[in-house]
């Protein structure tokens, strides 16, 4: 359970990787895989949204576009959480990681 901010940040921010996912990561395919999973954790939880595209050309260091960095602002400013993405030949990793049990309430 999120309080109504917080979980609309989530979606937002999810709902964000899975856009850049569907209109990058397929460059010259007819198709791909995008992956969602939530992991609900004692004190902490992830949502992972994977795919095996053809992963990002930018270097780990370098800022991402506009929407990796509203992804980063969600994440930081509204769920406390952190923000990380890996990207190789075989596909692009983003993990969105904040605080919170799993099945409390708000």
Not at 46 to 58: K, N, P, R, S
Request: glycine letters at 12%; a neutral charge; aromatic letters at 4%.
């Amino acid at each position: 359970m999120l309080p109504s901010r917080e979980a609309t940040s989530l979606a937002l921010a999810t709902s964000e990787l899975v856009q850049n996912a569907v209109k990058h990561a397929f460059a010259g395919r007819d198709r791909g895989r995008i992956n969602v999973q939530l992991h609900l954790g004692a004190g902490e939880s992830e949502v992972i949204v994977e795919d095996d595209g053809v992963g990002f050309a930018q270097p780990p260091t370098s800022p991402g576009g506009i929407g990796l960095q509203l992804v980063e602002t969600l994440v930081r400013e509204d769920l406390k959480g952190r923000f990380d993405s890996t990207a190789s030949p075989a596909g692009t990793r983003a993990v969105i990681r904040f605080p919170g049990a799993a099945g409390t309430k708000p």
